[in-house]
């Protein structure tokens, strides 16, 4: 049976009418409201928790899986007008786990994280959803006059992307970490912390344990009409010996080092990628499709470079570095003609005191602020045109 098949059949089966066993964790309670641009939905739960989410069309459902634990509360209270989530379904799933499914009025994307107890607070579920269909933020506009009080004051929009996932563990250090857990976590960090900051918004290409392939990953960077892209990595080296953290960039030649064309050949893999593929330039004479191309391309990689380097001066003080420039590559993933894109290799997880720290929620935040630290002092430089930053640019201007 086809898997999405059976995972329909488990959504209507009668499982879901079934008493619950015993669980080391229960769901105890619900929250539901809206912050700003999103629907916040927040299970309140007696302990830790494993759980994974997914999504099902036709139709529109959000799943959450949430392992070893049971429900002793419910959510009628909870008021799902104009909400988006036209219902909240729950069952006993598996031997000791629960199913929760929130049926949609439409597409709604997720990103979902665990906050342990405090402030009086237990452990919590947070579950953050935002409409699907965003309304294209322009990338190119000419820019307004200081005079004209309609000024649009767009959120910069960053896509992160955690690297590898799902049946890709990306590399392995020697005590079993794995690259996949390490850079979801920086890059869930990253995310929050972006959101927080007014003039942002942020997604994250993948905010669980699934794959997600190299030419789907650019893809999404261009649907949301992304301002930069960036890759969070931790792999391994050639040498146990190399350690520290490094910041790469797009190549349209060689590679700028041994260690660079090493990173770009094991992150490719089979899955390389065609620029050409990217721009919609079918209607164009070949010749001038080509020139506008590499045109994009090369103020592209421009930006890029200026980006990475801020990236590195942040991290400089958070961890040793590798290479203190910029490197350049072919990385599949960076090859988007016009969103400035970097891949970070936050450490080495091959190397035994970089995989220590990597895996320390300290050190995870220390890196996911460098990386904010970094990403903001280059939108401060180089503002997108009618967003907010550019907006508080112009007011600073006008005032001096």
């Known amino acids: 049976m086809h898997r999405r098949q059976l995972l329909n059949l488990l959504l209507v089966s009668p499982l879901f009418t079934l008493p619950f066993t015993a669980s080391a964790t229960q769901i105890r309670n619900a929250r539901l409201w809206r912050s ?48 988006g989530i036209t219902s909240i379904r729950s069952g006993h ?141 931790a792999d391994a080296a050639p040498r146990i010996t190399a350690s520290g953290a490094s910041v790469y960039a797009l190549s349209e030649g060689g590679a700028t080092s041994a260690t660079a064309r090493f990173m770009a050949q094991r992150e490719n893999g089979a899955d390389l990628l065609g620029a050409t593929s990217l721009l919609n330039l079918k209607d164009k004479d070949p010749m001038l499709a080509g020139v506008i191309l590499d045109m994009s391309m090369n103020a592209t990689i421009a930006s890029s470079l200026q980006l990475g380097s801020s990236i590195l001066g942040s991290l400089e003080g958070i961890t040793s570095l590798h290479q203190k420039r910029v490197e350049q590559a072919g990385f599949a993933v960076l090859k988007s003609p016009d969103v400035p894109s970097i891949l970070v290799e936050t450490g080495f997880i091959s190397n035994a005191q970089d995989s220590a720290r990597l895996v320390t929620a300290r050190h995870q935040q220390a890196v996911a602020e460098g990386l904010f630290l970094g990403l903001q002092r280059y939108f401060q430089k180089n503002p997108p045109v009618n967003s907010y930053m550019a907006w508080v640019q112009e007011q600073k201007h006008n005032q001096a």
Do not use: W
């Open 93 to 233: 799933f598996g031997k000791a786990d629960t199913r929760i499914v929130l049926d949609l009025a439409t597409p709604m994307q997720l990103t979902s994280f665990l906050l342990p107890p405090q402030d009086g607070q237990g452990h919590r579920l947070v579950l953050d959803l935002t409409s699907a269909t965003q309304v294209p933020h322009p990338i190119a506009a000419a820019p307004r006059p200081l005079v004209d009080r309609a000024h649009p004051k767009r959120d910069i929009i960053v896509v992160v992307d955690p690297g590898h996932g799902g049946k890709d563990p990306g590399a392995i250090g020697s005590k079993g970490q794995r690259e996949k857990d390490v850079v979801l976590s920086i890059a869930q960090l990253l995310a929050k912390r972006l959101k927080r900051e007014k003039g942002f918004d942020v997604k994250l290409v993948r905010n669980d344990d699934f794959f997600v392939p190299l030419r789907k990953r650019v893809e999404i960077a261009h649907k949301h009409n992304a301002d930069m892209f960036i890759s969070v990595h």
């Open 36 to 83: 700003d641009d999103k629907l916040r939905l927040v299970f309140d739960l007696s302990g830790p928790v494993n759980y994974k989410t997914f999504s099902l069309t036709a139709p529109e459902r959000l799943i959450i899986d949430l392992s070893g634990a049971g429900l002793s509360g419910d959510f009628s209270q909870l008021v799902l007008k104009n909400s």
